[in-house]
T-cell receptor, first 111, second 114 residues
Framework: QKEVEQNSGPLSVPEGAIASLNCTYS??????FFWYRQYSGKSPELIMS????GDKEDGRFTAQLNKASQYVSLLIRDSQPSDSATYLC???????????FGTGTQLKVEL | GAGVSQSPRYKVAKRGQDVALRCDPI?????LFWYQQALGQGPEFLTY????????KSGLPSDRFFAERPEGSVSTLKIQRTQQEDSAVYLC????????????FGPGTRLLVL
């Protein structure tokens, strides 16, 4: 079992729809969770961080964390073509000294 | 302010050649991380510095990989006797407060070993 698992996609949604991206993790000791966006040929860019159970909203983005289920998700409302990218879930592991990433979910927002 | 910078952005090396990749973190960030990203994969942890101390090097794939941060600021990742499997993007990230804090990534160095 991989430490951080994501569906690789591609996930296709129409413009204006809600995109839902999911991630599960295995290290119960993890305390910090991050979503990064990565455009092709570019480096990861932080979208959201979340540390406590529940929802955290920032503009069109909502991160959801459920530590009991070891599950973290990202919702993107009113999806735009510019949201088309790979979304990487990252979890703090190894006693807090590193991030472990999933393989990423490719999102395509179609006109 | 300035973000994390890396140089060179692209490097082509012949198999067996040594390479050195540089990372300049965000000013004031005490923690610095190196990751390796293969095509179609997420970044994989290589090593972590807190100031000048290398606290975790568990992700370095072999003894051909060596990293240093002698003055607690700029870091260099060195790969000796490069192999084709070393071809990847090498990402540097920095954070204010260790692995639990937000890590900000540089643009990466794309290494191609022929």
């Amino acid at each position: 079992q991989k430490e951080v698992e994501q569906n690789s996609g591609p996930l296709s949604v129409p413009e204006g729809a809600i995109a839902s991206l999911n991630c599960t993790y295995s290290d119960r000791g993890s305390q910090s969770f991050f979503w990064y966006r990565q455009y092709s040929g570019k480096s990861p860019e932080l979208i959201m961080s979340i540390y406590s159970n529940g929802d955290k909203e920032d503009g069109r983005f909502t991160a959801q964390l459920n530590k009991a289920s070891q599950y973290v998700s990202l919702l993107i409302r009113d999806s735009q073509p510019s949201d088309s990218a790979t979304y990487l879930c990252a979890v703090n592991t190894g006693g807090g000294n590193k991030l472990t990433f999933g393989t990423g979910t490719q999102l395509k927002v179609e006109l | 302010g300035a973000g994390v910078s890396q140089s060179p952005r692209y490097k082509v090396a012949k198999r067996g050649q040594d390479v050195a990749l540089r990372c300049d973190p965000i000013s004031g960030h005490v923690s610095l991380f190196w990751y390796q990203q293969a095509l179609g994969q997420g970044p994989e942890f290589l090593t972590y510095f807190q100031n000048e101390a290398q606290l975790d090097k568990s992700g370095l794939p072999s003894d051909r990989f060596f990293a240093e941060r002698p003055e607690g600021s700029v870091s260099t990742l060195k790969i000796q006797r490069t192999q084709q499997e070393d071809s990847a993007v090498y990402l540097c990230a920095s954070s204010l407060d260790g692995g639990r804090g937000t890590q900000y990534f540089g643009p990466g160095t794309r290494l191609l070993v022929l």
